[in-house]
């Protein structure tokens, strides 16, 4: 196994440096973007344990981020949860991160939320609300009782 040389190991981390400074990126997105830029896997690995060793980059730290920026953009847990599972984050990891989730409570808020920002022409609009939330990451759960009492509320006022 050879050593990987100063030079490269300087163009690693300031590509690192540069992806870094943009967002948090995950340590499977970090490795994809290197490979992307013609790094070696020697050289990506070299720089992937320099930046977690230093602090560059952190899986947690992604993951906090990630979360908050999706619960704002109205998704649900398990859509965010399948995404940070695709992104490489480790389950142990997400887990450490529930707090930054909404609430169950402030979850069923933002969904009827959704459901209050377009309306449904559809023959069946219960289906397509569920759709619509199931789409956005909703459990089936939260989904059910948010559109069952968004239509109870809409047919109340018509």
């Not at 300087?10 to 970090?30: F, G, H, P, Q, Y």
């Not at 020697?42 to 899986?59: C, F, K, M, P």
């Not at 906090?64 to 109205?74: D, E, L, P, Y």
């Not at 808020?109 to 023959?123: D, F, I, N, Q, V």
Request: aromatic residues 6%; positive net charge; contains cysteine.
């Amino acid at each position: 196994m050879q050593t990987v040389s100063l030079k490269r190991h300087i163009a690693v981390m300031d590509k690192i440096t540069a992806l870094s400074n943009v967002r948090e990126r995950s340590r499977k997105e970090t490795r994809e973007r290197l490979a992307r830029s013609g790094f070696s896997e020697e050289e990506i690995q070299d720089g992937i344990d320099t930046a977690l060793r230093v602090g560059l980059i952190s899986d947690e730290r992604y993951a906090r981020s990630f979360i908050r920026g999706k619960v704002h953009a109205g998704w649900g847990r398990e859509r965010i949860i399948r995404r940070l599972e695709e992104c490489g984050v480790d389950s142990s990891v997400i887990s450490a991160c529930q707090n930054e989730f909404a609430s169950p409570e402030e979850e069923y808020e933002r969904a009827l939320y959704e459901l209050e920002k377009r309306s449904c022409h559809a023959a069946d609009p219960y289906v397509s609300y569920m759709r619509r939330l199931l789409g956005k990451g909703y459990s089936h759960e939260v989904s059910r009782r948010a559109v069952h009492d968004y239509l109870s509320r809409s047919r109340g006022n018509a």
